[in-house]
């Protein structure tokens, strides 16, 4: 709009200025005043000369008319002058108007080309819902934590001055589906591409290893609505005779690196969320991530954001809390967000096999942490594959996936990046009732919801009360799955519990593993 009553102003005065042009010509090349036909031109040569006048018959005073003529020159200048003016003045406003509409709605393209910003507040964390404090000048609290990595936006809500983190809206995060020989990768890209709310925003990229023909079709029947990438080395990978049966978990390995090496390196990404093609997703899949990302971005205490919960069998999740997010010390995989910056710290030692346990020493690792959610964002459908079923009878068949869909989006997440997360995480799980394990095995033993506290000591004591209470007990370099500091949170018979180490806790034991 701004635009368009711009270009009518200019035309405006263009056709003003011309006009005048048009008149002034005109002015000049018409006859001597008086009346038609008394007298000759004005030209030198003529009846009359340069500063003759007219005398009693009636001949024309040129010196007089030239004065008069100039005289209304100067007067159109003038009116041109003001008119100029007055359209630098509107051109001026129309910069700042674009400026300010450009502050309140621009963002960066793309996340890697971001300035770095100063790190984002640390926001105090309460159980059912978060929000920053605000000091007495009503300024932010800052984080004393420096981070390197580029910043997402933060927005000021008006309503309290709540502060919140957001993505900007053209951040692109690309959905990697890794694929083999499964021609049921339909099932999932069938719910990727009826929950994706933008294309552009989150292109699909399948990068099929295994070279196998029928998947590749059934693949190849999505159109442009997915990118179809393969991988090129479809070779066996030499291995030690021990681990001939393992050629499968080298294969997925090389097949990792090589993937994720084109949506960074070749597709210029910066971020991704990788799955497998034997997993669904839920409704709210792309919400969640979104959501997420300036929080992954933001803590650099944080290397993943995960959509599974290990422990995310219906009996051990509240139904009614699909917006509970969590922060986790086991790497949980199986729908999962990585940044760029973290993928070229692992690229140059990536693993030859098992990359997944690989991820959860603590050289990789490094002290950092996912999140994830209460109720898991995916599920899988994968019996067959080269875990042969592992856990899969047992375990992962009874996931419940969330079909609430949560506008995290809209919320403020910002409780969960670590500082005061752990303050508020230690003192709500120590001040839970510490009890034993018959009496929340035995009905009417305890009253009231929790949250209560079982206590472990041993990895063998770890083990024994995990499998008593129905959560899965295996433990890698020492982190027990969706443990944070030790503590793995659940629902038991419709009460909060917490297994907990004593008070205290100070690091993992990776000889437990």
Not at 17 to 22: H, P, R, S, T
Not at 154 to 177: C, D, F, H, M, S
Not at 181 to 204: A, K, N
């Amino acid at each position: 709009m701004v635009r368009k009553k711009g270009s009518l102003i200019l035309c405006g005065a263009f056709l003003f200025v011309v006009w005048n042009a048009l008149l002034l010509l005109y002015l000049w090349g018409r006859p001597p005043s008086g009346h038609p036909g008394e007298g000759g031109g004005a030209e030198p040569g003529g009846k009359e000369e340069w500063g003759l006048g007219r005398g009693t018959g009636g001949r024309t005073n040129l010196a007089g008319e030239v004065i008069r003529l100039a005289e209304e020159v100067e007067v159109q200048l003038e009116t041109q002058k003001k008119l100029i003016e007055e359209i630098e003045s509107h051109r001026a406003k129309w910069v700042r108007q674009k400026d300010v509409g450009k502050r309140e709605t621009g963002h960066d393209k793309e996340v890697g080309n971001q300035p770095a910003r100063t790190p984002l507040p640390p926001v105090v964390g309460v159980a059912d819902q978060a929000r920053t404090e605000l000091n007495p000048t009503g300024k932010p609290v800052q984080s004393k934590a420096s981070d390197p990595r580029p910043q997402p936006d933060i927005k000021i809500k008006p309503e309290g001055g709540i502060t919140t983190l957001a993505t900007p809206p053209e951040v692109v995060i690309p959905i990697l589906v890794i694929a083999c020989d499964r021609v049921t990768v339909r099932r999932s890209l069938d719910r990727l591409i009826q929950y994706r709310p933008s294309s552009e925003l989150h292109p699909i990229i399948i990068s099929q290893d295994c070279g196998h023909a029928e998947t590749a079709r059934v693949i190849g029947s999505y159109g442009d609505q997915v990118t179809h990438i393969r991988q090129p080395d479809l070779s066996d990978i030499k291995v030690r005779p021990e681990h001939r049966k393992f050629q499968g978990y080298y294969k997925i390995s090389r097949h990792y690196r090589w993937a994720l090496n084109q949506v960074f390196n070749v597709l210029s990404h910066s971020a991704v969320v990788i799955v497998e093609d034997d997993l669904e997703v839920a409704p709210d899949f792309f919400e969640y991530f979104r959501a997420l990302y300036p929080i992954l971005r933001s803590d650099s205490s944080l290397w993943c954001v995960s959509a599974w919960n290990d422990n995310g069998r219906d009996a051990l999740v509240d139904p009614g809390k699909a917006d509970l997010l969590y922060r986790t010390d086991f790497f949980p995989g199986l729908g999962w967000m990585l940044l760029k910056e973290t993928w070229e710290e692992l690229e140059p030692k990536w693993p030859l096999a098992f990359w997944d346990d690989w991820m959860r020493q603590p050289e990789q690792r490094s002290g950092r942490s996912c999140i994830r959610p209460e109720i898991s964002r995916t599920i899988t459908f994968g019996r067959k594959g080269v875990s042969l079923g592992q856990f899969f009878d047992q375990y992962l068949r009874y996931i419940k996936l969330n079909t609430e869909f949560v506008p995290f989006t809209k919320q403020d997440l910002s409780y969960l990046l670590k500082e005061k997360y752990d303050e508020r995480f230690v003192r709500e799980v120590y001040a839970a009732a510490l009890v034993k394990i018959e009496e929340l095995q035995q009905v009417g033993t305890l009253r009231g919801p929790g949250p209560y506290r079982v206590q472990y000591s041993t990895r063998d004591s770890f083990k024994v009360l995990a499998r008593s209470l129905g959560v899965m007990d295996d433990l890698k370099s020492g982190v027990p799955r969706t443990g944070y500091r030790g503590v793995v949170g659940f629902l038991h018979r419709g009460r909060r519990v917490f297994l907990t180490p004593p008070e205290g806790w100070t690091q993992y034991d990776t000889s437990w593993s």
